[in-house]
């Protein structure tokens, strides 16, 4: 039995989902929002986001909620709303347990809205108390229905578009609180958006090229500064290539993301690291394939062997990118700039000369056991035909 809660229209609708029940399970989940925003006063989640440097109005902007604890609190809800089993489970909303039962899929999480790209709610996404234990994951998605597909929605676009539409700079965060964090900081100057709950994908660039000119604008990729944080950097950095030669990152202090900053630092210090801790992407690139040669690179053999593999890597970049990695990369390995140069030019022939292949899917750059470096080999690695 859901708790009672202020009066909201509710649609009699049958228990089933029609064949297009499109416009029936957006109104269920605007429902749903109604209803876990009317929960949020006076629960933890309320208190949790303040002091986090989430204000009330903040949360009334974004439309935050809270899901209650108990197990059928939304369902029970929309039950007394005339809203039928099937139609609750098409939305993702609840689930059955082994025993039949219909239980809320989210519970005791502050709950943030996903909207398709044209405003409609279509999913949730939950975010779990500090106190959870180990075994509950922070973040919890709706299932995939059929408005929302996780791999293709970005959290943030719908509420991003009007910036985008004057010319903001688009920014990619890891999730809904850092979108937030950045939206709130960047005030018309930056929109920000996340993948909810999985890596950014190729549909997730077309969905914000299709709202904005990449191209023209540039994009920046914001994400925590740990080991995955600079992996999901690295694999934004060739799916967005292909769209836009003005790929910068963010780099926050070790331990740090932007909701952190904002936390510590209010809008004013996240706007200000968005606007001063900017680097190429393409650095994050390079030094991530260092890093894979980092016990070799005290040899010569291994410094050659860094180059001959790095070197297509920069040959592929867009042209903006390649005179500062050349450069960054000779200093690393400390050979002198015509040496990389020379290596990275052979590289881009290379790469033409296999695109007029029709044979060759790839060029692939083997690097051999160097001399001295024991047994270990270095894997060969797969390369664009060309430079974008």
């Known amino acids: ?54 204000s009330d109005a903040l949360q009334e902007e974004w439309r935050v909620g809270y899901a209650p604890a108990a197990r059928d609190a939304l369902t029970g809800h929309l039950r007394q709303a005339g809203y039928g089993d099937t139609l609750i489970l098409a939305a993702g909303l609840a689930r059955r347990t082994q025993h039949g039962a219909l239980i809320d899929t989210f ?28 075994e509950v994951p922070k973040y919890l998605n709706s299932p995939s229905t059929v408005l929302y597909g996780k791999s293709s929605t970005l959290f943030g676009l719908a509420e991003a578009r009007p910036a985008l539409a004057r010319r903001a700079i688009p920014v990619i965060t890891e999730g809904p609180l850092d979108t937030i964090a950045v939206a709130e900081a960047g005030r018309g100057r930056y929109a920000a958006v996340a993948p909810c709950g999985t890596a950014l994908t190729a549909s997730h660039v077309a969905a914000l090229a299709g ?75 390079v030094s991530a394939e260092l890093v894979r040669w980092k016990r070799w690179l005290p040899y010569a053999e291994g410094r050659i062997g860094a180059l001959r593999a790095i070197a297509p890597v920069i040959a592929a970049m867009p042209p903006p990118d390649v005179a500062r990695q050349v450069s960054r990369l000779a200093a ?35 690097a051999t056991t160097a001399p001295g470096l024991g047994s270990t080999s270095v894997p060969s690695r797969n390369w664009p035909l060309r430079p974008s």
């Open 211 to 285: 709202a904005c000119d990449l191209g023209g604008s540039g994009v920046l990729v914001a994400f925590d500064a740990d080991l995955a944080g600079r992996r999901a950097a690295v694999s934004a950095y060739h799916l967005l290539r292909p769209v836009t030669q003005r790929i910068g990152a963010v780099v926050f202090a070790p331990g740090t993301d932007p909701a952190q900053v904002l936390h510590e630092h209010g809008a004013a210090g996240l706007a200000g690291a968005l606007a001063c801790r900017r680097v190429p992407l393409a650095d994050l690139v």
């Open 332 to 366: 690393r390995l400390g050979l002198d700039h015509g040496t990389v140069t020379e290596a990275v030019t052979g590289a881009v022939s290379g790469l033409f000369d296999n695109s007029r292949n029709p044979a060759a899917s790839a060029v692939t750059i083997q």
């Open 107 to 134: 519970r005791d999480r502050v709950m943030m809205p996903v909207r398709s790209a044209g405003g409609r709610i279509i999913a949730f996404t939950g975010r779990a108390s500090e106190q959870a234990g180990g």
């Open 1 to 54: 039995m859901s708790t009672p809660g202020p009066r909201h229209p509710a649609l009699s609708l049958p228990n089933k989902v029609s064949k297009n029940g499109y416009d029936e399970i957006v109104a269920v989940h605007d429902i749903a929002a109604w209803f876990y925003r009317a929960r949020l006063p006076g629960s933890w989640a309320r208190d949790y986001l303040r002091q986090r440097g989430f």
